[in-house]
């Protein structure tokens, strides 16, 4: 990772500063299969199965404004990592960009918290898949109970670490499988809610459609605080395509291409879902099934044979989310590792399938054993991880946004446009998700906030603010013992990485 030129304040473009080799796939990945990974990351079926009668409890109607109302800061900070990714297109995305930003110790922090978030989400993620699982098996009975749910769940972040130790090449292929079919039964029901609605059979209690929808304003500020948040989560994921840019051809301009177009689809499929479902079975009907939006439309839209396909749907995006959670993840230890922030093993690929091999398995256990962990403790506890990962997916996406203001603030001399793409825009983005997640850190603090507590405190609150503060413990043991990293400057922190490498491959 060399150093960030000075540009001059003409509007020719920076010289791109490639990160060292870390031994993986290059090239194998065009655009297509970038934005289908940015997509299938966020798992639209997965986040709207688990998190939209979340959102509706709180904004009621207003759910679609506040739908389009968090889009925005995730346009501004996906312009926050193409513009990163232009200048350093490195797999560590975040730790890289704050290390050279702000030193060691606060990239340190952003690593950890993408490790942390995709950590947290993958034990919500096991959930709903052991859980559809049986369901599509016509086994109801069993999904309710937690030893089977839960056998299936680590079962599943079993094979998914399997195909992603396989290789870049056959993980994209079964993203598109997976993404496509999950597209397919979110269309379905769009299309049958619409239908039916229109035809005036629609639920007792639906809602009319009107512009006010549009309103993101719950009535509170901690109301909006808190489902922003949610509806963070439910947009996060697309940064995923930028994870593998040293995969990807043209590696500094086709991921954040991917990233940014992401979520223009997103913010499509989400307002639709969430207007054809409010149109036609009303917010009381979505918040009382908030814990599984999907699986409740389908009895009621397609019937029991109908609503296997939405089953089949929410569990294919499940599988993509696993998929592409781990992936991301893996990522962001090798690039750690590469640049000596944490233990040399982690750098490790695969010789033959070029793969962060030790990485991509470290993920998987520890994922299982989080899952087991939280599954052992109380079903309140798993259903606090997904408010949790929400506020470190703003700790690490706001980190970002600063990071690009800082590290791009001289080429933002060079016209109207540099200045909105690398300060302004990112630097609103970064505002938002930085407030937002102050504020929750807040609101979730009493124990009535969450579904569980202890100590008087929040769930939320607990399995959130913890992580950081693990992390803050995880980075005081990581700079006791990686003196190299943690004492260079900024501009040195590429030839370290560099170093270590060439050590490695001289091994």
Aim: glycine share 10%; with cysteine.
């Amino acid at each position: 990772m060399a150093p960030l030129a000075q540009p001059a304040r003409e509007t020719a473009p920076s010289r791109i500063h490639h990160a060292p080799d870390k031994g993986l796939r290059s090239g194998a990945l065009g655009f297509l299969s970038s934005l289908v990974i940015a997509v299938s990351s966020t798992a639209p079926a997965y986040s709207l199965a688990a998190t939209l009668g979340l959102v509706v409890a709180i904004s009621g109607v207003r759910t679609p404004g506040m739908l389009v109302f968090a889009f925005l800061p995730m346009l501004c900070i996906a312009v926050a990592f193409r513009e990163l990714n232009k200048v350093e297109p490195d797999c560590g995305t975040t730790f890289a960009w704050a290390t050279r930003a702000f030193g060691p110790r606060t990239g340190w922090l952003g690593g950890w918290g993408i490790i942390a978030a995709d950590v947290i989400v993958m034990a919500s993620l096991a959930q709903v898949m052991g859980r559809y699982a049986l369901l599509l098996v016509g086994a109801p009975g069993l999904a309710g109970q937690t030893l089977p749910v839960a056998a299936i769940g680590v079962l599943f972040i079993a094979v998914m670490t399997w195909v992603c130790y396989r290789g870049i090449e056959v993980s994209a292929r079964l993203q598109q499988v997976l993404l496509a079919i999950e597209i397919l039964g979110l269309i379905v029901l769009v299309v049958v809610a619409v239908a039916k609605t229109a035809s005036g059979h629609a639920m007792t209690g639906h809602a009319s459609l009107s512009l006010s929808w549009l309103d993101p304003w719950p009535g509170s500020f901690t109301g909006l605080s808190d489902s922003f948040l949610l509806a963070v989560f439910i947009y996060w994921g697309w940064d995923a395509a930028l994870s593998v840019n040293e995969e990807t051809r043209d590696s500094a301009r086709t991921p954040g291409r991917a990233a940014t177009t992401s979520t223009l689809v997103l913010v499509a499929v989400f307002a639709l879902v969430c207007t054809a479902a409010l149109a036609y079975a009303g917010p009381a009907f979505l918040s009382a099934n908030s814990g599984d939006v999907l699986a409740a439309l389908a009895g009621q839209l397609l019937g029991t044979t109908g609503g296997k396909l939405l089953v089949l749907c929410v569990l294919t995006s499940t599988a993509a989310s696993t998929q592409t959670t781990i992936m991301p993840t893996a990522r962001a230890v090798l690039s750690m590792a590469a640049h000596g922030a944490i233990p040399a093993r982690f750098a490790a690929v695969h010789p033959r399938f070029r793969t962060p091999g030790f990485a991509t398995v470290a993920m998987g256990v520890v994922s299982a054993a989080f899952y087991v962990l939280l599954t052992a403790s109380s079903a309140n506890v798993l259903a606090d991880a997904a408010s949790a990962t929400g506020l470190l997916i703003a700790f690490y996406y706001g980190l970002t946004g600063l990071a690009c203001v800082w590290l791009l603030r001289h080429e933002a001399r060079g016209g109207a446009k540099a200045l909105w793409t690398k300060t302004i825009v990112p630097g609103l983005g970064a505002v938002a998700l930085l407030g937002a997640f102050a504020w929750s850190i807040k609101s979730y603090l009493p124990a009535s906030s969450s579904y569980s507590s202890a100590f008087g405190l929040g769930g939320v609150f607990l399995i959130g603010a913890g992580a950081l503060l693990l992390g803050a413990l995880l980075l005081a043991l990581a700079a006791s013992r990686r003196g190299p990293f943690f004492t260079r400057t900024r501009a040195q922190v590429g030839t370290l990485a560099q170093d270590m490498l060439e050590g490695r491959d001289q091994a």
